[in-house]
């Protein structure tokens, strides 16, 4: 009772000063084997439901999927192991780690366990966890399609020459050259994207899918919904996104400037609408999207190499139209302005 009396006193002082919390870095001290090494410790003692296994702070905060819960509630009850689908960024300047992994939540049967998604944020501060950021994708297909993977690509783990690195403020610049190039789609803005880049959401190639025995490969130029088929660039230049009509929150939550690696949490917005009518790169009038309001919550990872975006991993899953994130004000949450939320 005593932690919990001090979790909720403390909800409120966190609460009131968010803007100065993110404004906080973490001391350093915490090498990426660290961080990765909290991830771990933090899901063992969820699984075990059993708060006193991991190193928190006394002022901790925590949400899942956009809720502020209290330590030991949410996923804490249902967490029944760790998958072997295990992507992390570690951001060891700003002391905050971010990952997505396979996991298995409870089942009706208990020698069975349920297949969900997670995508999870921990800031490290003085060796205990001050913050916590839960998003569960609950979709048994969605887990399939990642497990079978076994481990994410080759290319997130990479590490880039040191004379080749960008700075923080670039990678983030690029990878939010992603979300404006999308959100104003039109086909006509310099999109920065690699000749090989690839995206992959909840497990699906999403992006130079090979084109299915007997059929032909879109046009661009005549095709009415953007296709899997088509490369990152020929997505965009086709204008055929343009009914994502907001993408908000644009929190970039780590990154990682050894590996070119930046994590974001955002949202897309589809209101439906008159937004579902818009004017194709070619100048043809489209209907597309949505028919009701509609909004994706997105953890997104980007491989930036050369100032070009070189792979795309994402997880998503519909909630609640105009859903915020729990950690933005309610103006910031419903801003497309790109928030580096660790600095």
């Known amino acids: 009772m005593k932690f919990l ?44 439901n059993n708060p006193n296994a991991v190193a928190l702070a006394e002022i901790v905060r925590f949400t899942e999927n956009g809720q502020q819960l209290a330590i030991g509630d949410g996923l ?18 700003a002391g905050q780690i971010a990952f997505i992994g396979t996991i298995q939540e409870d089942h009706a049967n208990p020698d069975l366990g349920t297949g969900a998604l997670l995508a999870l944020r921990l800031r490290i501060e003085n060796d205990e966890i001050s913050e916590i950021e839960h998003f569960v994708a609950r979709s048994t297909d969605a887990w399939e399609r990642v497990s079978a993977f076994g481990s994410p690509r080759a290319a997130f783990s990479e590490v880039i020459p040191q004379r080749e690195r960008m700075s923080r403020s670039d990678l983030i610049a690029t990878a939010n050259m992603y979300f404006t190039g999308m959100q104003q789609n039109d086909g006509k803005m310099d999109y920065p ?64 400037q050894e590996r070119g690696v930046v994590f974001s949490i955002v949202f897309f917005d589809h209101p439906g609408g008159d937004t579902r009518n818009f004017t194709a790169a070619n100048g043809r009038d489209i209907t597309a999207g949505p028919t009701q309001p509609w909004t994706w919550y997105i953890a997104e990872v980007f491989k930036i190499e050369n ?24 103006e910031a949450g419903m801003s497309d302005r790109a928030q580096d939320v660790t600095m």
């Open 5 to 48: 009396y001090k979790l909720g006193a403390a909800l409120f002082i966190v609460v009131g000063s968010l803007s100065s919390a993110q404004s906080q870095i973490g001391n350093g001290e915490c090498n990426r084997q660290c961080l990765e090494g909290f991830v771990d410790r933090y899901l063992d003692a969820v699984i075990d």
């Open 76 to 93: 804490w009850n249902t967490l029944k192991s760790k998958g072997d689908y295990r992507l992390f960024v570690a951001d060891v300047p």
């Open 193 to 256: 994207f690699s000749d090989d880049c690839d995206r992959f959401e909840n497990g699906m190639h999403s992006t130079n899918s090979p084109t299915p025995a007997g059929q032909t490969r879109p046009d661009p130029a005549t095709a009415s919904n953007y296709s899997r088929e088509w490369t990152c660039a020929e997505q965009f230049e086709s204008g055929l996104l343009h009914f994502v009509h907001r993408i908000r929150d644009r929190r970039f939550v780590a990154v990682d």
């Open 307 to 330: 100032s070009e975006i070189a792979e795309i991993e994402a997880l998503l899953e519909r909630v609640p139209y105009g859903m915020n994130s729990g950690w933005s004000t309610w």
